[in-house]
């Protein structure tokens, strides 16, 4: 079974340039996360997808951040424009019914 | 707000050591207490708890989660130097949207355990 797929693996922007984060799901799971995990901290959820509509995103920084997953299966993340504090790993995860996240390898994005 | 606090944040032991994490939680609507390994980004699943007092186990690992007391912890025993990783622990509770209930994993900072030879 082919896991959680995300490009690319690494990323490195100047601050207030712009970047794109892309994630193809396990098949079949409708349920789709983006978490940022900054260095030493756990993963904090920045939006929840259920199919193509969303479900939470409470702790998405909506200034800068957006989400999309038009036809229910891949999704983009972009960041724009992008501040130093946004170097992080952006971890793209995927459920089934059920409460079990598959992450995939993340990006790291660095700002400078 | 849901809140997820793991410790120690980081352990250093020797190879054959016993080592026992600790994650206490604050959820509204708890359904589940997952724990992930993590080496080097992705995070890969360990555990799934649900009801007190069951342990679960897996090979050198085990679990084991008190909804009373709201924690739960992971025993590694003998340990080896592939199990150094962050290990994460995370509680599941429902994310609301007009009115259906989905899950969400709420995750702490980890514990960094770092085994030596």
């Known amino acids: 079974e082919a896991g959680v797929a995300q490009s690319p693996r690494y990323k490195i922007i100047e601050k207030r340039q712009s970047v794109a984060f892309w994630c193809n799901p396990i098949?079949?799971?409708?349920?789709l996360y983006w978490y940022q995990q900054i260095l030493g901290q756990g993963p904090k959820l920045l939006i929840q997808?259920?199919?193509?509509?969303?479900?939470?995103d409470s702790q998405l920084p909506k200034d800068r951040f957006s989400a999309e997953r038009l036809k229910g299966v891949d999704s983009t993340l972009k960041i724009q424009p992008a501040k130093l504090e946004d170097s992080a790993v952006y971890l793209c995860?995927?459920?089934?019914?059920?409460?079990?996240?598959?992450f995939g390898s993340g990006t790291q994005l660095s700002v400078l | 707000e849901d809140k997820v606090v793991q410790s120690p944040l980081s352990l250093v032991v020797h190879e054959g050591d016993t080592v026992t994490l600790n994650c206490s939680y604050e959820?509204?609507?708890?359904?589940?207490l997952l724990w992930y390994k993590q080496e080097k980004k992705a995070p890969t699943f360990l555990f799934m708890l649900?009801?007190?007092?069951i342990e679960k186990k897996s090979g050198r690992l085990s679990s084991i989660l008190d909804k009373k007391e709201l924690f739960s912890i992971l025993n590694i025993t003998a340990t080896q130097t592939g199990d150094s990783a962050v290990y994460l622990c995370?509680?599941?509770?429902?994310?609301?949207?007009?009115?259906?209930?989905?899950?969400?994993?709420?995750f702490g900072q980890g514990t960094i355990l770092t085994v030596h030879p």
């Open positions: 649900t009801s007190s007092g």
């Open positions: 098949s079949g799971h409708a349920t």
């Open positions: 959820v509204t609507n708890f359904r589940s």
């Open positions: 997808f259920q199919n193509n509509g969303v479900v939470d």
């Open positions: 995370a509680v599941a509770s429902p994310s609301n949207a007009g009115g259906t209930s989905y899950g969400k994993l709420t």
């Open positions: 995860a995927s459920s089934g019914p059920g409460e079990k996240l598959f």
